[in-house]
């Protein structure tokens, strides 16, 4: 496994995982601007569409689309003097506070219906420095309710543990990480 400097600066990093071609953030948002694959994805999970009263897939997928749009100009537009802290949350809904390395989530925002659907998932290093593990549209109320958010659990801590395992648990142990690599 890789991270990638997102940010250029060091705040915001994506795993890149071996079997990959790209990080999970830039794959993630591929995903979220492909029609095609959106379509699959509503077809897969079409009884969950109904918690919001949502019938028609198109809706959905348009749904995701301009959320998606709107989340990527946040996250890839973040400027030197931007709070990543109010972007990502504590995975744990309860949590008040945070751990070391600790499992956080991104949304999108409100878009007119419903609340977004999109969850990017990271691990905080320190206050404002994150790497993202990769995402999900989230249609039920827990992660474990589904295939495809469940896998996005075993991903963050997959990369949780190679971190520990690293002997890794804040940002300045990460930055040696990285320039051993190097």
Do not use: C
Not at 10 to 38: C, H, P, T
Not at 130 to 159: C, F, N, S, W
Request: proline share 2%; net charge negative; charged share 30%.
């Amino acid at each position: 496994m890789t991270f990638d400097d997102v940010t250029g600066d060091g705040r915001l990093w994506a795993v890149r995982f071996e079997e990959q071609e790209d990080n999970e953030l830039y794959l993630l948002f591929d995903r979220w601007s492909d029609v095609e694959w959106l379509r699959n994805f509503f077809k897969e999970n079409r009884e969950d569409l109904h918690n919001f009263n949502i019938t028609d897939m198109n809706t959905a997928i348009a749904d995701v689309l301009e959320d998606a749009e709107i989340l990527e100009g946040i996250i890839m537009d973040i400027s030197p003097n931007a709070d990543l802290d109010t972007l990502f949350k504590p995975l744990n809904n309860s949590r008040t506070m945070l751990n070391f390395l600790e499992k956080m989530k991104a949304r999108g925002n409100k878009i007119g219906r419903h609340s977004s659907w999109l969850r990017i998932y990271a691990i905080r290093l320190t206050e404002g420095i994150y790497i993202v593990t990769g995402g999900a549209i989230k249609l039920t109320a827990t992660m474990q309710e589904r295939p495809h958010t469940a896998l996005e659990l075993q991903k963050i801590d997959r990369v949780r543990r190679f971190l520990v395992s690293e002997g890794i648990i804040d940002n300045e142990g990460f930055i040696d990480y990285i320039s051993e690599l190097k």
